[in-house]
């Protein structure tokens, strides 16, 4: 087996009191609240995986791995007082940011 982490940083207003649906593979497998982590085994081979809150997501990322190869993700809103608007509305699609960790 491999498997997936997810990390959400904790922090900020944005979407602070909600949760994040994770999407692996087409199926919500989790949910992550601020400052929450999860970690989910998976088979070996080509995977996709993005998070959603509402009409917001992040962007797909597919995730390669070999057996016992752990690939290690964080998240947070990119939307602040300022932005919310654009992230809320044409930035939806790119709302959250996710990123693989260096060293994963």
């Not at 207003?13 to 601020?34: I, M, N, P, Q």
């Not at 190869?69 to 932005?83: D, E, I, K």
């Amino acid at each position: 087996m491999a498997s997936i982490t997810v990390q959400r940083e904790l922090g900020g207003f944005t979407d602070h009191l909600r949760s994040y649906k994770v999407v692996l593979d087409g199926e919500v497998v989790g949910r992550l609240l601020a400052g929450e982590y999860c970690a989910f085994e998976v088979a070996p081979g080509s995977h996709e995986l993005f998070l959603k809150i509402d009409w917001g997501r992040s962007e797909k990322v597919i995730v390669s791995l070999a057996a016992d190869q752990t690939a290690q993700f964080r998240c947070a809103p990119r939307g602040n007082v300022l932005t919310g608007l654009y992230w809320a509305t044409l930035g939806s699609s790119r709302s959250i940011e996710l990123t693989e960790v260096a060293g994963s």
